[in-house]
């Protein structure tokens, strides 16, 4: 039953001739029955006129066989050569909304279905360990499954939510973009609810989040094959290599050892990835791999600590002689530059 019409309208410049390129449009009775037959949806009566708002618009849809109201909408993105609009229906939001009654019970999970513009019901929950996580999971797929019982091809919507006491610190310091890898929101079928293979993905998410930061409330809850998922082409993680000499953006500069257990991605590497570098490289680092402090090459004296966000002047900082330095590259990460100014380190990102 699902269509979704993507429609692209560029406007292209060419010796002053502007060309249009337009698609279709629910503004009229007839692309409304044209979108119903081809998606199978029978028995269905129109009522009412078309309702703008803001820039888009919807009709109000009646299932006489099932006794369902639903919407057909449209979103309109304003840009110019690059508008779009997006035509959808919500039939699957509003089946679960008239039978939210009778789904199996579901402490825990939020099911929002009084989003017009949400194609299928989002069910929205908290967690803070894996042990919570896959416990409301599982309370899903029951959800899932009656629902499919219901209609077969249905859709529904995955909004997981983290938050662990340091969740909750670094959301309320703007930090909390942190997680969004991890709680994005994912539609997906009730058969792929069934098979796990959504939930499976984001613990991975959450796994990853833990082991690239190095956060120990995640980290303790890791498997050995969990880091060694980490570490797959799938996630494009890569470990570090200290060069001992010679450039180290010469292909044929051999000497450099490389730590297969230390991540660095791209030109940084996190606050908790450096702490297991300098320890490897034999520097006196006192704390531990959260908060933990060090004697650079000159003397300074370095503070790295995942506590230190939300001042007002920096989002996430470490500490050289007492004086902030913002982070160099997103959210508690140190250039590989600043790493060599800092403690004599010549080190990149290590392929096989």
């Not at 606050?271 to 531990?288: I, S």
């Not at 060090?294 to 003397?299: E, R, S, T």
Request: charged share 30%; net charge negative; hydrophobic share 35%.
């Amino acid at each position: 039953m699902k269509m979704k019409l993507l429609i692209l309208m560029l406007i292209v410049s060419l010796f002053g001739v502007c060309l249009v390129a337009c698609g279709d449009s629910l503004n009229g009775e007839s692309a409304v029955k044209k979108y119903l037959k081809d998606n199978g949806f029978k028995n269905c009566k129109i009522e009412g006129n078309l309702v703008e708002e803001d820039s888009n618009q919807y009709w109000n849809i009646y299932d006489e066989e099932n006794d369902i109201s639903f919407n057909l909408l449209q979103k309109n993105s304003p840009g110019g050569p690059y508008a779009s609009s997006l035509i959808y229906d919500n039939y699957d939001s509003k089946l679960a909304e008239k039978n939210i009654n009778e789904f199996p019970a579901h402490d825990g999970v939020e099911i929002i279905t009084d989003d017009i513009w949400s194609e299928a019901p989002i069910f929205k929950f908290e967690f803070e360990s894996l042990e919570e996580y896959e416990a409301k999971t599982e309370i899903i797929k029951e959800c899932a499954k009656y629902l499919a019982g219901l209609k077969a091809d249905a859709e529904i919507t995955i909004s997981p939510v983290y938050m662990s006491e340091r969740a909750k610190m670094y959301k309320d310091n703007s930090v909390g973009d942190i997680y969004s890898t991890l709680e994005s929101a994912r539609r997906c079928s009730c058969s792929e609810i069934e098979n796990g293979g959504i939930f499976n993905e984001i613990k991975q998410n959450y796994f990853n989040l833990g082991y690239y930061y190095h956060f120990s409330e995640i980290e303790d809850e890791m498997k050995d094959s969990d880091k060694d998922k980490f570490w797959s082409n799938e996630y494009n993680h890569y470990c570090v290599a200290v060069y001992r000499s010679g450039d180290p953006n010469d292909k044929n500069n051999k000497d450099f050892d490389v730590y297969k257990d230390i991540c660095c991605d791209g030109a940084a590497v996190t606050f908790g990835n450096l702490y297991k570098l300098l320890v490897e490289e034999g520097f006196d680092v006192e704390g531990n791999v959260e908060d933990f402090t060090v004697q650079g090459v000159k003397g300074q004296v370095c503070h790295f600590s995942y506590e230190n966000v939300g001042d007002g002047k920096n989002t996430t900082y470490y500490l050289v002689d007492d004086e902030q330095v913002a982070s160099d590259i997103n959210y508690f990460s140190i250039d590989c530059n600043t790493i060599n100014d800092l403690f004599g380190l010549t080190i990149r990102s290590h392929v096989e």
